[in-house]
């Protein structure tokens, strides 16, 4: 039965920039599934519309609509329960909230740095929708929401202390292997690595070597996606 | 066989305001264990000496000396494997780790609004010990570092944004109940509250919610000890 996950896209279907579709696409080389991805646009409204959702990632398995990352990622486990685990049991689930939730906040400062990266990759089609939402949400133009993005590097960098120090004592948060935790955080580092130039992290920091870890996991899934380097 | 642990305490010796020893008791607690606890003061350096130990929480059990407030968890953990879990197997563990860390981070940003808070309560013998130590790391005085406290609240308030986001998801950190992870984060905030009567959460954030369910676990022994409200 095959799966299939629609993953938002710029103007090249095959740059693919959402963190949340990002999470899944790793949950799903974790449990070892096959995909089908489908390019997705902001303006593609209509072939969501099964899920109702008005945005992805959306995942089809067989008759089923899925959205939302963390339902998703609970689906994969509970349907492939023999598969390699993405949390560890019912405990190891509820501590992965958390990793999510330090995600989004993550992503949300990253965006101050490459909103207009984001920008400029979409089509025509949906640049005024991005542009007039984003400027609404932020309350100025894209421009200015990154104006002097360097200044807001290092408290970005600060913020990953606590990242920082575990992948000092262990090789992923998951332990010796990565679990969907992992997967989750490694989203926002991909995203940012697919869209944008802008480096997010110092070579030498402990998260950098674990973002290459994970770049270089299941045969470099994501390392030979279209990006940055 | 009794379990015995040395706890940082001030001139009142019931007043007990270490983060990672307050992690130990709760844990102690879920698993159902009890602990004579010994109060300890920075100054007394010769009864930790066979734990090899200058720091606690350091835990006795039978003819075993354990230090470091993850290493006890552990040894807790595997010793009594037939208790309620702290960790909920490996991948938990492995889990777990990060939460230790944010709490590391959360106590070195609480601490710049709480150190004079903590020096009033100490022993005299403490107190000189205590100003050279502080000074000496951050390279001004005790009285220089609290300044403006007020100022230091709206900052670490936002770090704990991904804490009260899951907290509106889900009661504990741990799921339905707590778990080490859980323990670990609320040290940082049981530790201010035995030693400042300077807030640190507003009454209505979920992250004192939470702190408020776990005062009262273990028919309240975190809330009955010598603190502020």
Known sequence: MTIKLFELSGSDPERRF????????????????????????????????PSGQTKVPVLVHGDKWLSESWDIANYLEQTFPDRPT??????GT?????????????ASQAIR???????????????????????????????QVVADRESKLQPFR????PLRMTLKQQEFFGGDQPLYADYAL?????????I?????????DPVALWRTRLLNAFNGLAQSAPGYD
């Open 94 to 106: 509820a501590l992965s909230k958390f990793y999510c939730n330090f995600a989004v906040v993550m």
């Open 186 to 194: 490694f989203g926002v580092f991909q995203w940012a690595r697919c």
């Open 18 to 49: 959402s963190p949340y579709c990002w999470a899944i696409r790793m949950a799903l080389a974790h449990k070892g599934l096959d995909v089908q991805t489908i390019p997705w646009r902001f303006m593609d409204r209509d072939v969501l519309a």
């Open 86 to 91: 993405l949390f560890g049991g019912p405990q």
């Open 113 to 143: 740095m490459i909103l207009v990266d984001i920008y400029d990759h979409l089509t025509e089609t949906d640049k005024p929708y991005f542009r007039e939402s984003r400027e609404q949400r932020f309350g100025m133009s894209l421009e």
């Open 158 to 161: 600060d913020g990953l202390m």
């Open 196 to 204: 944008s130039p802008f480096e997010l992290l110092a070579a030498d």
